[in-house]
């Protein structure tokens, strides 16, 4: 070979296109789709913070009042659920998601000046009706961007935000609130003016940074972007709600109805709404009470905490569960996702909620609380990776959009619920037997339909599906 000729260039693996395309994807979308769930999950729990710190002696709350006015956001949320998120199908997850977020923000904002309980219950309303569709569409816009046998990674990556946000949202609600008489506000007051914001500011960058697709993304390389496109659309053409590209099977409204039948009618999808709608009851009871509960404490076991103390406490269980939930997530995306990495955390957790009762120190019923937290947030990402393994296109955002409604309907009754039995018996021992029972009921639906191989959570990450053997 001739001096000046250059060396011959390796040809890139298809291994290595595949890893350096993942890896994008978890570095410049996943952390900024997190950070939105952030700010979202803030948002919708911040009342939680509020309620013992103020807003419920000011507002002369009862505990059914606290748990309708918690609940009651996730009505409106339900309202619009599955039309946002056809319409985020249809428009694209970089105009839909920014829309939501300047919209929640503003109505967020609006916390700081409540003043009843009917203001707070009309704004609990409207801020579900404005949230509506972001956490089923953040979870299509990912589950469009990486192939199934990634995608138990990605998720598990995204969702480590709603563990993250108690761990650091809780300390900083707590300290918002310490500063009572900032503008001539209360506290909480405070707080509610200060954690809105970051919603309208991230939902203008959104408008610029998210991108719609793989194939208009500039920071993938050409073999990248078609690698990803490639794989996407071989898979997409075995599931239920796949698009034709010919034309010849109608028009896109006559697809979308198609679509829209597919994943109403799956009896699949309708039993995971059922697991899901355990694992949210238990997660919500869990977020808007945890802080109320452990102001409890003071009567309870005779200390005194201070309102940063009751941060830090009301953060302990929350952080273990993040962990728990990295390691989780990447165990079942390496040994392949299985029934039991979502079956074995639901009993877990109904197993330990109600053990959370009988212990004598605020010590010891925090351990258990963090033993009930860390096995929500191990199976919440695994169990999302399985509707996209057999829905696409419109049917994939009407499914996942079903599935969370369920999930709404359960932060509704687990906030409402919990507050009226707490009203009724005294203390919180029905409430929580309540929610064991629930995340049992979804253990078991989750065995049942793994049984039956209705979940494609049964093959190892590496193995060919049946259609593809």
Known sequence: MPASAAPPVAPVTRSGVEKSAIRKVSTRLVPFVALMFFVNYLDRTAVSFAEPNG????????????????????????????????ALHRFGARRWLARIMVTWGVVSLLFTWVNSSTELYALRFLLGVAEAGFFPGAILFLSQWVPSRHRTKILGLFYLAQPLTTVFGAPLAGWLIGHHGLFGLEGWRVMFLFVSVPAILLGVVAWFYLIDRPADAKWLTPEEKTWLTGELAAENAQKTGHESESGHEGSEGKHAKGDLKAAFTNGRVWTLAVVYFGFIYGLYALAFFLPTIINGFQDQYGTTFSVMDKAWITAIPYLPAAIVLYFWTRHATRRGTRTWHIAGPAIVGGVSIPLALYMGSPTATVAVITVTACAIFAALPVFWSVPSRFLTGAAAAAGIALINTAGNIAGFASSYITGWLKDLSGAYYLPLYLVGFFMLLSAALMIRLGARGGTGTRQAAHEPTEATR
């Open 55 to 86: 807003m419920g002696q000011d507002l002369a709350l009862t505990a059914a009042q606290f748990g309708f006015a918690s609940g009651i956001f996730f009505l409106g949320y339900i309202v619009l659920e599955v039309p946002s998120n056809m």
